[in-house]
């Protein structure tokens, strides 16, 4: 028919031409009409009317549509489905009624009006149906993590959640820098040492020295970077050009930690004490010159000793462990387990130690107890304590207080009877009851009660001690006093 003819040549739609914007924004919007333009000539009330269709106007289900669907879904590109959709936007023609799954209405506006029809999700996601509807690129934002195009910042961002980062791209001196300065703005530990590895293995050590100077928090994680990995040469080579002095020279002395040798060790340490240290530090690298040198004659000389079984001592106590490169406090330990008797003169003297060390008296006195309660030697704890004034009579007196003196003779299974002869030189009166009470000094408990004329706690008192022992008749003769 006529009207028909005029219908279907005529067209309300301009033609595709090549001389049309390119770009996807264009491409977008010509898709755009063409779906629309779909929904004005498919009308709701014409849906079982009409039959899906492919643009190539063949029925869709037929062995030619297969055919042509299928190659055509493996060799078109994006931009090529893009234009096939403008160009069929255009051309619609319609068939018999057939059996037939889908409509155009059903796929564009996501309407089912049969059970069988399919939603538009769906027909979205089926092989041949993906050409009708047009692909749009993803934003590029989307591809950041895949480009490694990413800014100082962003990397320093990403490293701070744990993903994987590249910093290769970054090679310009100034790039690096403002990598390094995010990544002390950040406060991450982890990201500013993953960045300073980063720079120390990309840039000459005269620019990276430089650059850190001015960046305190920066270089102090480098410097500790540096000593736990145990990178000497370049942390001194850091520290010269800082010109710290001293801490080149405690760097240097700190290698003596890796020496195994004693004699090496103690040359090395003769070597240490000419470098540029502070003056208290100077006089530490003395002493422990001067110890190990000392410790190596002690040992020698006791394990001849030990070997020919000469000492006593040595017999009844062998040593379980070598006195080399043992801290003072152990050395004057073993001396006054092993030397206490010998003279001041010699090198193993608990005397000459504490004269050579300038060690204090209250230190000698914790460490020369520990030793002869140990020992069970308790004339010579005695003699320890025990002063003359200028008078001649003799006075108990304590640097530690007595107090500790009493724990000490208890760790060591000291017998009552000494224990008590040091309670009852605690002045304080409470802290003298509960040590007597607390290691059964009962005497001293009496006796205390006693002075404090307190009836009562004595009373109360000989509930706590045998009945018939010698405590008991000593509180009954007080009592009836």
């Known amino acids: 028919r006529a009207d028909e003819e005029e219908y279907w040549h005529s067209s309300k739609f301009r033609a595709f031409t090549f001389d049309d914007e390119d770009d996807e924004l264009s491409q977008l919007k010509e898709s755009k009409r063409a779906v629309n333009s779909l929904r004005d000539i498919v009308d709701d009330d014409d849906d079982d009317d009409l039959e899906r269709v492919s643009w190539s106007g063949e029925p869709v289900g037929s062995i030619s549509w297969s055919i042509k669907e299928t190659a055509s879904s493996s060799t078109t590109s994006l931009e090529g489905r893009d234009s096939s959709l403008q160009k069929g936007s255009s051309s619609y023609a319609a068939f018999p009624k057939q059996a037939s799954s889908y409509s155009l209405s059903s796929l564009f506006k996501g309407r089912s009006k049969l059970p069988s029809f399919q939603s538009l999700s769906d027909a979205l996601s089926d092989i041949g149906v993906k050409n009708y509807a047009p692909e749009l690129r993803r934003p590029k934002a989307e591809y ?29 001196l100034q790039d690096k820098l ?50 736990e990995t145990g990178e000497q040469k370049l942390l001194l080579d850091l520290l010269r050009f800082l010109d710290r002095t001293e801490e080149v020279a405690l760097s240097q002395y700190r290698e003596h930690l890796n020496i195994q040798d004693v004699e090496k060790r103690r040359e090395f340490l003769k070597g240490c004490i000419g470098l540029p240290f502070s003056a208290e530090d100077t006089s530490h690298i003395q002493d422990h010159y001067t110890l190990l040198e000392r410790q190596i004659i002690i040992e020698a000389n006791d394990r001849h000793l030990e070997t020919v079984g000469q000492s006593e001592i040595f017999r009844k106590y062998p040593r379980k462990a070598s006195i080399l490169n043992m801290p003072l406090v152990t050395t004057l330990f073993y001396s006054c387990f092993y030397h206490y008797t010998e003279a001041e003169g010699t090198f193993s003297s608990p005397t000459n130690l504490k004269k050579t060390f300038k060690i204090p008296d209250k230190q000698y006195v ?41 724990e000490i003779l208890q760790r060591n299974n000291a017998p009552v009877q000494v224990l008590q002869e040091y309670v009852r030189l605690v002045e304080d009166v409470e802290t003298r009851l509960n040590l007597a009470t607390k290691y059964k000094c009962h005497d001293v408990v009496i006796e205390t009660y006693r002075d404090l004329k307190d009836r009562i706690q004595l009373t109360a008192y000989k509930c706590k001690v045998e009945r018939g022992s010698a405590e008991e008749e000593k509180i009954n003769s007080i009592l009836n006093n």
């Open 366 to 406: 914790l460490t020369a107890l520990a030793a002869r309660a140990k020992l069970r030697a308790w004339d010579d704890v005695d003699a320890l304590f025990t002063t003359k004034n200028w008078l001649g009579y003799t006075k108990k007196k304590a640097p530690i207080g007595f107090h500790r003196v009493v």
């Open 144 to 172: 950041k993590d895949y480009s490694s195009d990413w800014s100082p910042r962003d990397s320093v961002r990403r490293m701070q959640r744990g993903k994987v980062c590249s910093l290769e791209r970054f090679r310009s």
């Open 178 to 227: 403002v990598l390094l300065d995010e990544a002390v703005a950040g406060h991450d530990g982890n990201v500013i040492t993953a960045v300073l590895i980063f720079l120390k293995r990309t840039l000459r050590r005269e620019i990276l020295f430089r650059e850190l100077e001015v960046r305190q928090v920066a270089l102090c994680h480098l410097i500790h970077f540096l000593k």
